[in-house]
């Protein structure tokens, strides 16, 4: 039986850089026994019933730490990139993969950055009344109290955040 490998779990706010740094760490890895789960893809496909009640986010990651769980139990190292506001969303993950191969990633970046960063315009639909209970502004996003690792997407470029990353899987010997 092969080893179950750690699930990254990448946490924040839209724009601070989840999906773009579990792309460039992915990259970095450079296998074949790796995967990304991302947010936005898994609510177009598995997801794409769910709303955005609190009720409905929660269920989607639930469904995220599911398939999680099942790559990482066939071995497979798995990059998810889930906004998962509630930290109460977060530790039900924790609990259905493990916390021995769970591995929270909190992409700290200022509201005002990650606002800056609107490529998708959700911040100025947001603002205009389009988007109701929107993480950030109308509905809360609870910050990770004891993450593994706190990477300030707004302080650090993509290159130093990878390499943090990278650094802490080398430690914790989750790869060479």
Same mark, same amino acid.
């Given at each position: 039986?092969?080893?179950?490998?750690?699930?990254?779990?990448?946490?924040?706010?839209?724009?601070?850089?989840?999906?773009?740094?579990?792309?460039?760490?992915?990259?970095?890895?450079?296998?074949?026994?790796?995967?990304? !789960?991302?947010? @936005?893809v898994l609510?177009?496909?598995? +997801? =794409?019933?769910?709303?955005?009640?609190? /009720?409905? %986010?929660?269920?989607?990651?639930?469904?995220?730490?599911?398939?999680?769980?099942?790559?990482?139990?066939?071995?497979?190292?798995?990059?998810?990139?889930?906004?998962?506001?509630?930290?109460?969303?977060?530790?039900?993950a924790r609990?259905? !993969?493990?916390? @021995?191969?769970?591995?929270?990633?909190? +992409? =700290?970046?200022?509201?005002?950055?990650? /606002?800056? %960063?609107?490529?998708?315009?959700?911040?100025?639909?947001?603002?205009?009344?389009?988007?109701?209970?929107?993480?950030?502004?109308?509905?809360?996003?609870?910050?990770?109290?004891?993450?593994?690792?706190?990477?300030?997407?707004?302080?650090?470029?993509?290159?130093?955040?990878?390499?943090?990353?990278?650094?802490?899987?080398?430690?914790?010997?989750?790869?060479?």
């Amino acid at each position: 039986m092969q080893n179950k490998a750690p699930v990254l779990w990448f946490t924040g706010l839209s724009g601070s850089g989840k999906s773009t740094l579990s792309q460039a760490v992915y990259k970095k890895l450079n296998t074949s026994k790796a995967t990304i !789960i991302d947010g @936005d893809v898994l609510r177009k496909g598995l +997801c =794409k019933d769910l709303g955005f009640s609190k /009720e409905d %986010r929660s269920e989607n990651i639930r469904r995220a730490g599911e398939v999680a769980k099942l790559f990482s139990d066939a071995g497979v190292l798995t990059l998810a990139a889930f906004m998962s506001p509630m930290s109460s969303d977060r530790n039900t993950a924790r609990e259905l !993969i493990g916390a @021995d191969r769970f591995v929270e990633i909190y +992409c =700290k970046c200022s509201f005002d950055t990650c /606002e800056s %960063r609107d490529i998708k315009g959700l911040y100025k639909k947001a603002r205009a009344g389009e988007l109701k209970n929107f993480i950030g502004l109308d509905a809360i996003y609870e910050e990770p109290k004891s993450p593994e690792l706190i990477i300030e997407t707004d302080q650090l470029s993509i290159e130093e955040s990878t390499k943090l990353i990278i650094e802490f899987l080398k430690e914790k010997e989750f790869v060479n």
